[in-house]
């Protein structure tokens, strides 16, 4: 019962969560704007992951692209996750 008032209380009383997230001066927030930019009917809820290189290298390198479709199919099979789009793919070239 104890337990139950405590969940109660904190529920009435803790801060209310969202998934609005800002860090600027990153890649990710970069690919955030982006989107935000260029498709703002899908940008909402959108959680971008930018990818990056190192200098004089490029992602279409076999030895970075291979790795980023399989973290990009890994996210797409996620059951939480309902669209996972890749830098390779045709919707991720736009």
């Known amino acids: 019962m104890v337990a139950l008032a405590i ?5 009435s009383v803790g801060q209310e969560t969202n998934d609005d997230l800002s ?6 927030q970069a690919a955030s ?6 498709f703002p009917d899908q940008a ?3 959680v ?12 279409s390198d076999t030895k ?5 479709e399989q973290v990009t199919k890994a ?9 996972a789009v890749g830098p390779f793919s045709e919707q991720g070239a736009d």
């Open 7 to 11: 969940i109660v209380v904190a529920r």
């Open 23 to 28: 860090l600027p001066g990153t890649d990710s």
């Open 33 to 38: 704007d982006l989107l935000g930019d260029k």
């Open 44 to 46: 909402n809820g959108a």
């Open 48 to 59: 971008p992951i930018a990818f990056r290189a190192p200098a004089g290298a490029k992602l």
């Open 64 to 68: 970075y692209k291979k790795p980023i």
């Open 75 to 83: 996210y797409g099979q996620d059951p939480a996750v309902t669209h």
